[in-house]
């Protein structure tokens, strides 16, 4: 019995453990797949309903089923356009340092049910990714809000996407460009936020300024909808950020944890900052706020910790707020949502911060090196996007002979006169 004890039980263990290890490495983890399953479903939740109520509640009412609509076709043709060749563009193995390719992917034929990325099926993350390509296109529709032609939305987004977000991809989570450098982009900051907000900056400039701007009649008819959105999105983000650890795992908690400090100092930076300027702290800028926080945690998530975090969400909230509300004013651009404001400035400083905010512990160079890195990523970035974006809005003009929607359809409204429907029946 003492021999059993002393030498056959841990050999049972240690054989057992090696097994159990082995098995983690090579075999479906089922706590992974639920938790990405869910962060897949917490992230589509974000446009639909969550981007599109948030958007649709700060346009007036005669224009906020053109945002629903906008939403809605972001959804179904870029899950389209990913899995026809969008996966195979931004994962395959076989590109360069800008994009991917693999002849393998199109149409996902390499996809069966065995079939596994890391521990969980390659559907599952495929799918997750699908719900990103999705939001990032959607996120630019709020720069040129009530004015653009629902088939020029469509060619400039639908290129855009193949020309930035794709290669963007690539770039920082495919094995590119700025995973050689050694660049930190957790969930987003440079493929989602700052390629999304950059392209909405020259999507608005080319369109040109909503009649009225500025001026007083250009206010959101819906507040309400603008902070069930919100909700929406900031609960939605935690599949957004903890989603991008790829499991269940401790660093999607820290992520999860960091995304919360982050948005909940921004809100009050964001209210603080409105109740000293114009003494009236707004549901609209409590709104706005937390999703300047968001933006900003999303490339620090999984690398940063509660001090940098709240370091993080109060910059960002003080910068996106002079963005938004001063910076667009001086330099005369009509961004009618504050895409560029909020997700452009607010990627920015968060992918600049990234290398300043890292906890101790984690893999990664840190310091001035590392904020120079992350300097670099932001620069091709912007400089990426905005070429992609220009190629865009000039194809969308000559394919759909012009990109603005003709005077009185303006003044009249683009839910009528592009979808040939009202929200609000008001004689009912």
């Known amino acids: 019995m003492k021999m059993l004890k002393a030498y056959i039980l841990p050999l049972i263990v240690l054989m057992m453990s090696s097994a159990y290890a082995h098995a983690g490495e090579d075999t479906l983890d089922t706590g992974d797949t639920a938790w990405m399953l869910t962060s897949t479903v917490l992230v589509?939740?974000?446009?639909?309903?969550?981007?599109?109520?948030?958007?649709?509640?700060?346009?007036?009412?005669?224009?906020v089923l053109s945002i629903f609509v906008q939403c809605f076709a972001m959804a179904g043709v870029m899950s389209i356009l990913w899995v026809v060749f969008g996966y195979a563009v931004?994962?395959?193995?076989?590109?360069?340092?800008?994009?991917?390719?693999?002849?393998?992917?199109?149409?996902?034929?390499?996809?069966?049910?065995?079939?596994?990325?890391?521990?969980?099926?390659?559907?599952?993350?495929?799918?997750?990714q699908m719900t990103f390509i999705i939001i990032s296109p959607a996120i630019i529709i709020g720069a040129f809000a009530e004015r653009m032609k629902f088939s020029a939305v469509l060619v400039f987004t639908v290129i855009w996407t193949v020309l930035s977000y794709l290669p963007m991809w690539h770039m920082a989570w495919?094995?590119?460009?700025?995973?050689?450098?050694?660049?930190?982009d957790f969930a987003g900051g440079n493929v989602v936020h700052i390629n999304a907000g950059i392209a909405g900056l020259v999507a608005c400039i080319f369109v040109g300024k909503r009649k009225g701007f500025p001026g007083p009649a250009l206010v959101p008819h819906n507040v309400p909808y603008v902070i069930a959105g919100a909700s929406l999105l900031?609960?939605?983000?935690?599949?957004?950020n903890a989603g991008s650890a790829g499991g269940a795992n401790g660093s999607a908690g820290m992520a999860m944890l960091t995304t919360q400090v982050a948005t909940a100092i921004a809100v009050v930076v964001w209210m603080a900052l409105e109740w000293i300027v114009s003494k009236k702290p707004t549901a609209v800028g409590a709104a706005t706020g937390a999703v300047a926080g968001l933006v900003a945690i999303t490339p620090a998530a999984g690398s940063t910790d509660v001090a940098g975090a709240l370091a993080i969400g109060a910059i960002s909230s003080g910068v996106c707020y002079f963005a938004a509300t001063k910076l667009k004013h001086a330099l005369g651009y009509d961004d009618s949502l504050d895409v560029f404001g909020v997700h452009g400035v607010g990627g920015i400083v968060g992918a600049l911060l990234t290398g300043v905010f890292i906890r101790e512990g984690y893999d990664a160079t840190g310091g001035l090196a590392q904020f120079l890195v992350q300097g670099k990523s932001v620069v091709v970035t912007i400089l990426w996007s905005g070429a992609a974006a220009t190629v865009a809005i000039m194809a969308a003009k000559l394919l759909c002979r012009g990109i603005r929607v003709e005077e009185d359809v303006e003044q009249g409204g683009l839910d009528r006169a592009e979808h040939g429907e009202e929200a609000y029946n008001w004689e009912a």
């Open 174 to 184: 495919g094995g590119g460009l700025f995973h050689h450098w050694g660049a930190i």
């Open 44 to 63: 589509l939740l974000m446009c639909l309903p969550g981007l599109a109520l948030f958007y649709g509640g700060l346009v007036r009412s005669k224009n």
């Open 90 to 128: 931004a994962a395959g193995s076989g590109g360069c340092a800008y994009f991917g390719w693999d002849e393998s992917f199109l149409f996902l034929n390499h996809i069966q049910e065995s079939t596994l990325a890391g521990t969980m099926p390659e559907s599952v993350w495929v799918t997750f």
């Open 234 to 240: 900031w609960v939605g983000w935690f599949g957004f």
